[in-house]
């Protein structure tokens, strides 16, 4: 059994498939994209029902990010576009906000924590943050449906959520979290030589074992 060698974080339009992309196209890492097994449309339900449907959407999402968790898991060479510690957050958030009974909560905790005994930490966790405002101005640009329709005060929500991921992450398996905290606020980012390759020989730190081209 390998280990996934970098799950990269952050909430919706943070920049992390950027980040994602960089990683692979610059250092070589497998991409296991972020995929959704959705058959029954559940994502577009839960926009129209949340209390209907975000039980049975979320249980769906986490079972399909263990399965892409161990997938990866299986060679040291993959990045991981979010993760199931991610899906955890959006299960707390929707439970706080009432669309779970308590009932579901803990059919989904049972769950969560039984897929958690196969899960391993991975090599590096990248999580990438970005102010609100930029957020919202990307969400706003980017032009999909479902994001725009949802009210602003969802996405501050799930901002506010995202806060504490480092402490969550650390508390959820035991070991060593290595992780970098990058600020994509800056859009002009990814086109500054000189930020890049500050990251990139960042995590290249992580990685000595490695023969980076």
């Known amino acids: 059994m390998g280990q ?3 799950i990269v974080e952050g909430m919706t339009a943070s920049g992390k ?3 994602v992309n960089l990683l692979s196209e610059r250092l070589g890492f497998k991409i296991m994209p972020e995929e959704f097994r959705d058959p029954l449309d559940l994502l577009s339900r839960f926009h129209y029902d949340k209390e209907k449907w975000a039980f049975p959407m979320q249980l769906n999402f986490l079972v399909t990010r263990f399965a892409q968790y161990m997938c990866a898991s299986e060679e040291n060479e993959y990045i991981l576009d ?9 299960a707390m958030l929707y439970y706080r906000a009432g669309a779970f009974r308590d009932s579901q909560f803990g059919c989904y905790l049972t769950l969560y924590d039984a897929l958690l005994r196969y899960v391993k930490l991975p090599r590096l966790l990248v999580l990438v943050r970005c102010e609100f405002g930029e957020i919202m101005r990307r969400i706003r640009e980017r032009g999909r449906q479902d994001e725009i329709d949802a009210v602003v005060d969802y996405w501050r929500s799930l901002y506010d959520a995202y806060m504490p991921f480092l402490d969550f992450v650390k508390s959820e398996l035991p070991g060593d979290l290595n ?3 990058l600020d994509l606020s800056d859009p002009a980012f990814i ?5 890049v390759d500050e990251f990139l020989g960042c995590v290249k730190s992580f990685f000595p074992e490695r023969n980076f081209s």
């Open 4 to 6: 996934i060698q970098i």
């Open 82 to 90: 979010r993760s199931i510690f991610g899906d955890k957050v959006y």
């Open 17 to 19: 498939s950027t980040i």
């Open 191 to 195: 086109r500054t030589p000189s930020k």
């Open 179 to 181: 992780y970098i905290e």
